[in-house]
């Protein structure tokens, strides 16, 4: 019997007041288990990155539940949340958002200098994740010397860096070319995904839909039902 | 250092040309900060140097004296009223006037000259040169060796020259803590000497120097001085009047607040505005950060070690850079007027203090309301 990562129930979200509020999560629910790679996907403003934020404690909804792991991480102050975030959710933003005047393995340590890892031994740690993507003879590299692709798993690595139980992937081929990107979603389903993570990925990307164990489809604030994956 | 500064100085540091604009712009104000206040420091400590090397700890003088270069005569009863003066151990004349010196190739050069009270020559500068009591001698001047000293075509012991029409022979050679501030070279001589060598209007006591029984008189003594209508200062306080005059009255005081705003204002708008298009370059990724799970008092210490680790090395390199110039000033030219204090480094330091402030204030409140949805959003 699966775990269960992500338990979302009753999701209500809007932005602004009166005639210029818009709604962009209308009783959204849903259940993700570990072991599982679900996409999101949908138009855009369909509110799949509200859907995202809110899951993931960054945007704070107007209504519903979010339990993560059990936890319910809308009734814990901001301090806890932040650590919840840390320890618990690993992110790979779609533009990287990787530091220019860093190295790559400065860059992957990021979670674990967070974490108050001392700064050499976060280094190395950082450079078994950078060995896992592999780009560990790049480490000493900065990020802006790497092509699209390479950047991205120098995200990825960051996001393993803090051994996630949850990943959340925006767009992560969006900037990348079409083999770049299924070739960094392999790498992904081979290496990242396990037993005891979930992945839950917001794409527009039909080509990398195989890769899914499940998509949810997204449209007008509302999760229109689900679909396995054709792969 | 934890990781979390580490990480914020190597994100300062790494990017070398925007932590090059900050540095310079705070060294820059430092530097113009610093020199500025030492200049004036400097003017102020030569305008007081006849206070300072005299050393006398109480100064009696007519109510009008804005500063010692600027003495006005005093009847010699105002000698003796000061002596009987509850409180005084002892209290001597001090003259000190300007003179017009008739060197050997026919050139005239303008001198200070100050009269020691004939019996105990207090106040007499420390000789390296001859005897102190050769000052008695027939048309006895001590020369003071200081950056002066070659305009009386650097004189030795038994030089002669021509004062008022009258000879003077020079019978030591001294140094003082202080040179003057006006470039002219000083004289010592006895006090009846400096009289009767000098034309002098009717009263001629320039000062009244006192030495109190102890520093607890000194209150009773200004009373006292003050009830026979003049007026005794402190050392200090002499020399605080000194530079108040030059700061309110000469238009010193203006120049050095604009200056001084002109240093603030180079700092404020370079570094400040450097370090504000710093973080807003970065502002993205210090959102995605915080979707990591980076605390705001966390964001909130790495600007704030930005900005202080900024602020103290423009302040280092400030200062160094202004001793720098001062040394070498003076090495080239001994009687540049440029001091520094710790007051000036109080100053520059306040300063930097405010720069940092101001800039890591807005910097803060930016980082502070990026929301990491907007990274999301993109």
Redesign the interface.
């Known amino acids: 019997m699966p775990k269960t990562a992500i338990q979302a129930s009753g999701l209500v979200k809007w932005f602004g007041e009166g005639e210029a509020k818009t709604m962009a999560l209308r009783e959204v629910s849903l259940e993700a288990q570990f072991g599982e790679m679900v996409y999101v996907v949908g138009p855009s403003g369909s509110g799949k990155?509200?859907l995202?934020?809110v899951l993931?404690g960054?945007?704070k909804p107007n209504g519903g539940k979010v339990l993560l792991e059990g936890t319910d991480i809308w009734g814990l102050n901001?301090?806890q949340l932040?650590?919840?975030?840390?320890?618990k959710?690993g992110?790979v933003?779609?533009?990287y958002?990787?530091?220019p005047?860093?190295t790559t393995a400065?860059n992957a340590a990021?979670?674990?200098?967070?974490k108050?890892?001392?700064?050499d031994e976060?280094i190395q740690e950082a450079e078994k994740y950078l060995d896992v993507v592999g780009l560990k003879s790049r480490a000493e590299l900065p990020p802006v010397k790497l092509s699209g692709g390479e950047q991205q798993r120098v995200a990825i690595a960051r996001a393993m860096a803090?051994q996630p139980d949850i990943l959340i992937m925006?767009e992560p081929t969006a900037s990348l070319d079409g083999d770049t990107g299924v070739a960094i979603l392999t790498f992904v389903q081979e290496n990242v995904l396990n037993k005891d993570r979930c992945i839950v990925v917001v794409t527009h990307d039909d080509r990398i839909y195989k890769f899914a164990t499940r998509i949810l489809n997204m449209e007008d604030g509302r999760l229109r039902g689900s679909e396995k994956s054709t792969a | 250092m934890t990781g979390i500064l580490k990480l914020a100085y190597k994100l300062l540091v790494n990017d070398k040309a925007k932590f090059s604009a900050l540095l310079v712009g705070i060294t820059f104000a430092v530097y113009l900060m610093m020199f500025v206040t030492s200049m004036f420091s400097g003017v102020m400590m030569h305008a007081s140097a006849n206070i300072i090397n005299i050393g006398a700890p109480l100064w009696v003088m007519d109510p009008a004296v804005e500063t010692v270069s600027n003495s006005v005569g005093m009847p010699g009863y105002v000698l003796d009223a000061v002596r009987s003066m509850q409180g005084v151990k002892y209290a001597v004349p001090l003259y000190s006037g300007g003179a017009l010196v008739k060197l050997r190739d026919g050139n005239y050069q303008t001198v200070t000259v100050i009269g020691l009270d004939d019996t105990s020559l207090y106040g007499r500068p420390e000789l390296i040169e001859g005897k102190i009591q050769d000052i008695y001698a027939e048309n006895g001047f001590i020369v003071v060796n200081d950056a002066e000293f070659s305009k009386l075509e650097n004189p030795h012991i038994g030089s002669e020259f021509e004062l008022n029409d009258n000879r003077g022979v020079i019978v030591g050679i001294a140094r003082v803590p202080t040179s003057g501030l006006y470039g002219l070279p000083t004289l010592y001589t006895t006090y009846e000497r400096a009289i009767q060598y000098i034309p002098n209007p009717r009263y001629t006591i320039s000062y009244v120097l006192v030495e109190p029984k102890s520093t607890d008189e000194i209150p009773r003594i200004k009373q006292q001085v003050e009830a026979l209508g003049y007026r005794a200062r402190t050392k200090e306080e002499f020399m605080k009047n000194t530079e108040d005059f030059f700061l309110y009255k000469t238009g010193g005081g203006t120049n050095l607040l604009i200056m001084m705003l002109i240093s603030f204002t180079v700092g404020l708008s370079l570094s400040g505005q450097t370090f504000y298009t710093f973080i807003l370059e970065n502002l993205e990724r210090f959102g995605a950060l915080k979707a990591i799970g980076e605390k705001s008092r966390d964001l909130v210490a790495m600007i704030l070690f930005q900005a202080t680790f900024t602020a103290l090395t423009g302040f280092g390199l400030g200062i160094g850079l202004c001793l720098l110039l001062i040394i070498f000033a003076k090495l080239r030219l001994p009687s540049y007027a440029a001091m520094v204090t710790f007051g000036n480094l109080a100053i520059s330091f306040g300063m930097v203090v405010v720069i940092a402030a101001v800039s890591s204030y807005f910097a803060v409140r930016r980082v502070l309301r990026i929301e990491p949805f907007d990274i999301f959003r993109g």
């Open positions: 990155t509200t995202l934020s993931t960054i945007l901001p301090d932040a650590d919840f975030r840390l320890g959710i992110f933003f779609q533009d958002h990787l530091f005047r860093l400065e990021i979670p674990l200098i967070l108050r890892k001392p700064w976060a803090s925006d």
